[in-house]
T-cell receptor, first 113, second 113 residues
C-alpha cells in the first residue's frame, strides 16, 4: 500500500541553523510528493511539490526538498532557520484516481532564539 | 482569488447536537476534498467531490456524516448527533482538474462538550 512516513515527531533547532526534515515514501511508481506547513490553529500551506524532472525543488519561504529514489526519500531543507519557521510540517502524496492525499504524522519544529 | 474559505472557524456544541460546516473553494477549482485532523496527527481523508458529484467517501465517514456540493461550488459537511470523538479540525481543500496540488482553507475547529 502507498504510504508516507515522517520518522521525526519533534525537532528543535537554533535560529540561524540549518534544517532537514525527513520524509520517506512507499509508492509503486514515480510519486508526486508535497510538503505542507501548518502554524498553530491554522490550515495547511503548500511549501513545495515534486512531480518529475529535477530532483531538487525549490519552494516558498526559502525551503527546498530533494527527491532521492534510491532512498525513497523526499527531505525538506532550509539553510538558515528563522524563528517564524516554528510550525508543524507535513509530507503528503496523492493516492488513487481521486488523488486524495495521504499524510505523514508530521514533524513539529521548535526554534530556539 | 481569495483562496479557500471555511465557516465557521470555531464551533463549540453539546453532544447530540447537529452541526454544519461550509467550505467555499477557489472559484475555478472543480475538485473539493474534506479532511479531518485530530491533535498530533496528519489529516485524514473524509470525502471527495468532482463538481457536484460525491465520488469517494472514507470509511471514517459514518452515517452521521453527510456532505453536499449542490451546484458544484461551495460544499457543506453536516454531522448529526455529535459525539465527543467528533472533536477535531475539519479541513477543506480544492484543486483544479488535472492538477495534483490541493489548496487548503483555514479549517473549522469543532469541540463537542
Amino acid at each position: 500500500a502507498q504510504s508516507v512516513t515522517q520518522p521525526d515527531i519533534h525537532i528543535t533547532v537554533s535560529e540561524g541553523a540549518s534544517l532537514e526534515l525527513r520524509c520517506n515514501y512507499s509508492y509503486g511508481a514515480t510519486p508526486y510528493l508535497f510538503w505542507y506547513v501548518q502554524s498553530p490553529g491554522q490550515g495547511l500551506q503548500l511549501l513545495l511539490k515534486y512531480f518529475s524532472g529535477d530532483t531538487l525543488v525549490q519552494g516558498i519561504k526559502g525551503f527546498e526538498a530533494e527527491f532521492k529514489r534510491s532512498q525513497s526519500s523526499f527531505n525538506l531543507r532550509k539553510p538558515s532557520v528563522h524563528w517564524s519557521d516554528a510550525a508543524e510540517y507535513f509530507c503528503a502524496g496523492p493516492q488513487g484516481n481521486n488523488r486524495k492525499l495521504i499524510w505523514g504524522l508530521g514533524t513539529s519544529l521548535a526554534v530556539n532564539p | 482569488d481569495t483562496g479557500v474559505s471555511q465557516d465557521p472557524r470555531h464551533k463549540i456544541t453539546k453532544r447530540g447536537q447537529n452541526v454544519t460546516f461550509r467550505c467555499d473553494p477557489i472559484s475555478e477549482h472543480n475538485r473539493l476534498y474534506w479532511y479531518r485532523q485530530t491533535l498530533g496527527q496528519g489529516p485524514e481523508f473524509l470525502t471527495y467531490f468532482q463538481n457536484e458529484a460525491q465520488l469517494e467517501k472514507s470509511r471514517l465517514l459514518s452515517d452521521r456524516f453527510s456532505a453536499e456540493r449542490p451546484k458544484g461550488s461551495f460544499s457543506t459537511l453536516e454531522i448529526q448527533r455529535t459525539e465527543q470523538g467528533d472533536s477535531a479540525m475539519y479541513l477543506c481543500a480544492s484543486s483544479l482538474e488535472g492538477d495534483y496540488e490541493q489548496y487548503f482553507g483555514p479549517g473549522t475547529r469543532l469541540t463537542v462538550t
